[in-house]
């Protein structure tokens, strides 16, 4: 069986419809979502309508900044406002704009679930088992990894929030994969992030995959929103963040 597995949308529509085209013409019957659908994107709306009515086959956590949706007070703003201003215009402009039942749909969203899939116990989380914004990056060391996995059993790790793919083989025989992001990547290339998994009978292959979409509508759109920061928004989703290590 192959699964989609994706994280990290963004409220980015463009990014996400070529990312299913892909995925069905791979001929994935079902997709894990791990979390971050709306936050600092394009179109918060339709992606949180096409999520909620049109997608019946997905299985979906809560991401930190769903919680954040879900969960927002101006203290939260506030605090957020002086670290990282941008995110913090985006976060009360989508609080504006996405309606009660959408940010309903986002505060009952889990924040972790286990599967069985074809005799392989996966395990989805947004950041790590141990907290939804804590990064598992490329060129970590193993030791951390194993770290930050303790106590989980799980054949299969699946996670998402850094933007970043990558993937680890541990010493205790469990596989860890980020599978990036959807919707904001940051590895200097503006192709959309996800992961198909084949699973077969206890076994299962990974494979990462970049999917080109219509970067440049997007951004178009993102700007059109207006508040301060939607430009540099823009900007990164046209020449996207390499984030160093």
Not at 143 to 156: A, M, P, W, Y
Request: hydrophobic share 40%; charged share 20%; with cysteine.
């Amino acid at each position: 069986m192959k699964v989609a597995v994706i994280s990290d949308i963004h409220g980015n529509w463009q990014a996400l419809e070529s990312v299913i085209a892909d995925y069905q013409m791979e001929c994935c019957e079902r997709v894990l979502c791990l979390g971050d659908l709306a936050m600092a994107g394009p179109q918060p709306n339709e992606v949180l309508d096409y999520i909620i009515n049109r997608a019946p086959n997905w299985t979906i956590i809560q991401g930190n900044t769903d919680k954040m949706i879900a969960e927002f007070d101006l203290k939260m703003y506030d605090k957020m406002s002086k670290e990282f201003p941008i995110m913090a215009n985006a976060l009360l402009d989508d609080v504006d704009i996405i309606s009660q039942d959408k940010k309903q749909f986002l505060k009952e969203l889990p924040p972790r679930k286990q599967l069985m899939i074809e005799g392989v116990s996966v395990l989805m989380v947004h950041g790590s088992p141990r907290r939804n914004n804590e990064d598992i990056l490329p060129n970590m060391k193993m030791s951390e990894i194993q770290e930050i996995i303790s106590g989980e059993t799980d054949n299969l790790i699946l996670c998402g929030h850094t933007h970043v793919p990558c993937g680890y083989q541990t010493l205790s025989s469990q596989t860890v994969v980020n599978v990036g992001s959807v919707g904001r990547p940051m590895t200097g290339k503006p192709f959309a992030n996800y992961a198909i998994i084949d699973f077969d009978n206890g076994s299962f292959t990974v494979e990462h995959r970049e999917v080109e979409y219509a970067d440049s509508l997007a951004a178009d759109i993102i700007r059109q929103r207006g508040f301060e920061g939607a430009n540099d928004l823009a900007n990164q989703l046209i020449v996207p963040v390499l984030r160093h290590f």
